[in-house]
């Protein structure tokens, strides 16, 4: 099979799942959702096989598609007629002015606009390229996608039977909406000419909007229309960007615009499509929709809101580095994201609700992806897309390993999840692997975010230098705490606990198993990673020939691999040869067995502890406004300044 047709399988075969799911129900869409699972896996698999094997290091795709184009114009103007119904039918008008003046502009420029254009439409123009980076966002999208969907067959059983028998069951819906999506972000990443990436880019808003609103409750309604105005804000920035590419450079490929010659005049529509990708990627200003988006099954949380959609911001802004490198379009970009990092970190010490935790987490990581964008260096590339790697497994398994707790125990309260390992101790493990993931060495973010601060420090703009220090040192610290606390809290061992029944499905398990063991993978391969995946792309963009990850770097990581296993176990045998006098934990009262002492009120009560979430100094009420007010000024300036260099 000839390695093109794997890619337009991978576009189009989850559009026909999409298709499939929205009309059957039981049996038939476990078959249904397993099997496109496994093909599309087995579909990325083979072509990331392939591309090794040839060696490749580009592959650019499809001049000639007038008759696609068309498609995707039909497309764009059911999207904008699907809103506009929607925003009619709930009285949110904003969101449907916002989608129409977007889409009546874009189609405006691919009929007639561009043709006026001398030599807009160059002979050599493809619109699928592939690189490494590609390759790294297919396998994100393949793996990690499709096993969210996986898991979401035992989920949503439970979804409705257990916790909210309330809501209207729409899993037919649920289900189409997930594999619409999945095929979006392939057509997304797969993507050179912007016509056909904003096409993608909207598809994937508006399929958040959504899943967001599956429940229909008041509250769901509200964030699933704030989640959509911010991104089509965000889209209207991207259709500006197109135009002004167009009327201005004839540009209308991502790839020419990467490989074009820096300069002021350049900097604006670069600034507007780095806007549209902040928005995506819920930075501040923009993250409240990312909360909100919380109200949707965990399975949407995971792969829309964690493992992929939000991806495809920093995505972009990952391709845009070269182009971020050193101006004011760069410099908003990294202080956004470096702010964003620090103050949601700040935010996700005051939270008990695990999922809420998770998506101020995810906001923070995606902050530190876009502050190395912004500095577009070769080490902040490598950076983030090392960020971005472990990013998508590790939430994506928090995400589902919440959802399942939450399933089997009724609520998804850090403060009750005390002594998991001891109730739950499948779903402890993967809760303690995602965690891990996400700071502790060998794995990867932690090794990431000391080549971001090693760059961030060479910086060639040192005031901004400076600051995107202080954010990632401040940011990182907070990170430590929460993810700790969290930690500590579910291998608690408490006496008389015992074994709670596990509900969770085997699709659950089997998504979560497979989430923990890449984890684990991941953290073993990663120098190979680099060596072989990310560092050929960043040395390539970067026009570099020094590995970013050395071979005694490797060796140290792979020591610290081996040592993170050996040490604990070598402790543990030490120990167990060690006998200890028991005694009983001192309590301001008078002590009893197991926990149990008896109050100065001679009342008897159990010791608990619980965790410290610094309201009276992190709290929403201190911090959000705030941080909003200057995250909005950061934007308005420098977007001002770019403006003014252009002119």
Request: glycine share 6%.
């Amino acid at each position: 099979m000839k390695i093109e047709y794997i890619l337009y399988f991978l576009i189009l075969f989850p559009f026909l799942s999409a298709v499939l799911l929205a009309f059957v129900k039981g049996t038939a869409r476990k078959i249904v959702t397993f099997s496109s699972s496994a093909l599309i896996i087995g579909a990325a698999v083979s072509f990331t096989a392939i591309w090794a094997a040839r060696g490749s290091t580009t592959l650019s795709l499809l001049q000639d598609t007038h008759i696609i184009d068309y498609i995707m114009i039909a497309g764009e103007i059911f999207l904008m007629a699907l809103v506009c119904v929607l925003s009619v039918k709930w009285k949110k008008y904003y969101a449907g002015l916002l989608s129409v003046v977007q889409t009546v502009a874009i189609i405006w420029f691919e009929l007639s606009g561009s043709k006026s254009i001398k030599g807009f439409e160059p002979a050599a123009q493809y619109h699928i390229y592939i690189d490494f980076l590609s390759v790294v966002m297919i396998l994100i999208i393949a793996v990690v996608g499709t096993l969210i969907t996986v898991f979401a067959v035992g989920y949503m059983k439970d979804y409705h039977n257990k916790l909210h028998t309330q809501f209207k069951d729409r899993t037919k819906f649920f289900f189409a909406m997930m594999y619409t999506f999945i095929g979006a972000m392939f057509g997304l990443v797969m993507s050179s000419n912007l016509n056909w990436m904003y096409f993608f880019w909207e598809i994937t808003s508006v399929v958040s909007f959504l899943m967001i609103g599956y429940s229909r409750t008041p509250k769901a309604i509200d964030n699933c229309f704030r989640a959509l105005w911010m991104n089509l804000l965000g889209g209207c920035g991207f259709c500006a960007a197109i135009l002004w590419l167009g009327f201005k450079f004839s540009i209308s490929d991502l790839q020419a615009l990467i490989a074009s010659k820096s300069s002021a005049a350049l900097v604006p529509p670069i600034l507007l499509l780095a806007f549209a990708a902040l928005t995506k990627s819920a930075q501040l200003p923009f993250s409240r929709w990312l909360l909100g988006a919380m109200v949707a099954p965990t399975p949407s949380s995971a792969l829309l809101h964690s493992a992929t959609m939000v991806k495809a911001g920093v995505y972009l802004l990952l391709r845009l580095a070269p182009q971020l490198n050193g101006n004011y379009a760069g410099y908003m970009v990294a202080l956004i994201g470096g702010f964003t990092f620090l103050i949601t970190s700040m935010l996700a010490i005051t939270v008990t609700d695990g999922k809420k935790l998770l998506a101020y987490s995810t906001i923070s990581n995606l902050g530190l992806i876009t502050a190395c964008s912004g500095v577009g260096s070769s080490e902040t590339v490598w950076a983030g897309i090392s960020l971005m790697i472990f990013h998508a497994v590790s939430k994506s398994l928090l995400f589902q390993t919440v959802g399942a707790i939450e399933n089997t125990t009724g609520s998804r309260d850090i403060e009750k999840m005390h002594g998991l390992i001891i109730r739950q101790p499948k779903l402890a493990l993967t809760l303690v692997i995602g965690i891990a993931g996400m700071f502790l060495a060998p794995f990867g973010m932690l090794v990431s975010k000391w080549a971001a601060l090693k760059s961030f420090i060479d910086t060639d703009n040192k005031t901004v230098g400076i600051i995107l220090v202080i954010f990632i040192c401040f940011g990182s610290a907070t990170t430590l705490f929460y993810w700790a606390k969290w930690l500590l809290k579910a291998i608690a061992v408490i006496p008389k606990e015992s074994r709670e029944p596990d509900c969770s499905g085997r699709s659950e398990w089997f998504s979560l198993y497979t989430h923990a063991a890449l984890m684990l993978i991941l953290c073993f391969a990663f120098p190979f990673v680099s060596k072989y995946v990310i560092s050929p792309y960043v040395e390539r963009i970067f026009n570099i020939a020094n590995p970013l990850l050395s071979d005694g770097n490797m060796i140290i990581m792979i020591f610290m691999v081996i040592m993170v296993f050996v040490v604990p176990t070598l402790v543990g045998i030490f120990n167990s040869k060690i006998s200890y006098d028991k005694s009983t934990v001192y309590i301001n009262g008078v002590g009893k067995k197991d926990m149990y002492f008896t109050d100065s009120m001679g009342e008897d009560k159990r010791m608990y502890l619980a965790g410290w979430y610094l309201d009276d100094i992190f709290s929403k009420k201190k911090l959000w406004n705030l941080s909003l007010i200057i995250s909005a000024t950061l934007i308005v300036v420098y977007t001002v300044l770019a403006i003014g260099g252009a002119l």
